[in-house]
């Protein structure tokens, strides 16, 4: 089976088809189980895969080898998500106790919510919003939890340039960005956060208080984030199946045509549907009349689409090592929060040289593919170079330090 064909077996998987024309599971090769177990952990969803195998009937088709790789890789989400709401509850407590209000974005809001599993849908980090005249207060609580900031520029600078802070992080602990907006001040379009809030929906998640953004914002969000964010560089099925289910889930509660006024009044009408037209492509999913009407008005950007798609399908391997090296930053975290430099070297340099087995798995290559060692070479420039960036700044940065530190008690001429 070639790649477009294990593609269109996973997608099968998510879904309920039942119209007699989807594979027949029993006669499926061992071979092409293990490609499809490799693009399910390339694009994030191998949980909901292993979920979906289950609700729909089907998992007493699958061998027995891929079941038990799929339900570690369940297991192994839950025990992660987990811990991750565990922080996020203790944050959040913290926040609260002190005035601040707290939406939760992305995943923390899908995974309990949307999902209703938390095992469901993987999170790498927890993404927060609070308002803007709140955030040096959210930074300095943080502090005081033992996070720490990438950054010493103030939190006025730093809004300047991007819609949150930069990502605090503890050992650990996963990271957290603190948002005070859902799109960058360079955004062409500019949404009314005021409204947003007013919008917003109290709850409780992990037992914490919070704030939960209303399914035309949330839905308007995760189609922004790709499609401007991020210009669907790293567009995947999870990103694909997160807008699906929201829409599932939420259903008759959504408000279409508000979404379509809100979208076309802040300009970004052209990002939404072609997220959408772009979730309908791979997924099916069946889009209400208001916004089926707005797709019909744009057929000049099905180029575009389709387009998209296959970008999705089939990224390059430079995208595909762009995409592993960036989203995710376990190593990056463990270089940055060791104490000392020795600790950071040592850890760089043991990463350096990993496993055959490990760089596959890193980079979601099939069993037995030659482009193994390619993507090798890869890791190694990947981790030296960015371990570099790491570890040198920091010395040089405190060699600075010094410098002007030394600078204040001996003038000019002066011998120390």
């Known amino acids: 089976m070639n790649a477009k064909g294990c593609f269109g077996l996973l997608l099968y998987c998510l879904t309920n088809k039942r119209d007699g024309t989807g594979p027949r599971l029993g006669r499926i090769s061992m071979s092409d189980w293990d490609h499809v177990i490799q693009l399910a952990i390339r694009h994030e969803i191998a949980p909901l895969l292993y979920y979906r195998l289950k609700k729909f009937d089907r998992i007493a088709d699958v ?20 811990r991750l709401y565990s922080d996020f509850s203790e ?29 469901l849908r993987q999170m790498n980090d927890m993404d927060l919003l609070v308002r803007k005249q709140d955030l ?26 991007h819609h949150h802070l930069v990502p605090f992080t503890k050992r650990g602990a996963p990271p957290i960005e603190i948002h005070w907006s859902i799109t960058p001040p360079n955004s062409p379009f500019k949404l009314d956060m005021d409204e947003l809030w007013e919008r917003a929906e109290r709850a409780t998640i992990a037992g914490a208080p919070v704030l939960l953004l209303s399914p035309e914002d949330l839905l308007l969000h995760l189609c922004l984030h790709v499609s401007f964010n991020h210009e669907f560089t790293f567009f ?11 829409m599932s889930y939420y259903q008759d509660d959504i408000d279409w045509d508000r ?14 549907y072609c997220t959408l037209s772009v979730v309908r492509g791979l997924l099916g999913t069946v889009m209400p009349s208001p916004i089926c009407n707005r797709m019909r008005d744009r057929g000049s950007e099905k180029a575009l689409v389709e ?29 940055k929060n060791a104490e000392t430099s020795v600790g950071k070297a040592m850890l760089f340099f043991k990463s350096l040289f990993p496993s055959v087995e490990h760089v596959r798995e890193k980079y979601s290559l099939f069993h037995g593919s030659k482009k193994v ?8 420039l990947d981790v030296f170079i960015r371990g570099i960036l790491l570890i040198i700044p920091e010395r ?20 120390s």
């Open 63 to 82: 061998p027995p080898e891929i079941v038990q790789r799929l339900q570690e890789i369940y297991f192994c989400n839950a025990a992660n998500n987990m």
């Open 373 to 380: 060692f390619l993507f090798y070479l890869f890791h190694f």
């Open 259 to 272: 979404i379509v006024a809100t979208a076309s009044s802040r300009e970004a009408d052209r990002y939404l």
């Open 91 to 119: 944050v959040c407590n913290v926040l609260t106790g002190q005035g601040i209000e707290v939406v939760a974005l992305k995943g923390l809001h899908l995974a309990e919510v949307v999902y209703g599993d938390v095992a």
């Open 307 to 335: 387009a998209l798609v296959s970008r999705v399908l089939f990224p390059s391997l430079l995208e595909r090592f762009l995409a592993s090296s960036l989203q995710k930053p376990a190593l990056l975290s463990r270089i």
């Open 396 to 415: 040089l940065k405190r060699r600075r330090e010094e410098s002007r530190y030394f600078a204040t008690f001996v003038s000019p001429g002066k011998k």
């Open 136 to 161: 040096l207060r959210a930074r300095d609580a943080l502090l005081e939890m033992g996070y720490r900031s990438g950054t010493r520029a103030r939190v006025e600078e730093q809004c300047l340039t």
């Open 236 to 246: 995947a099925l999870k990103n694909a199946c997160d807008i699906h289910e929201t």
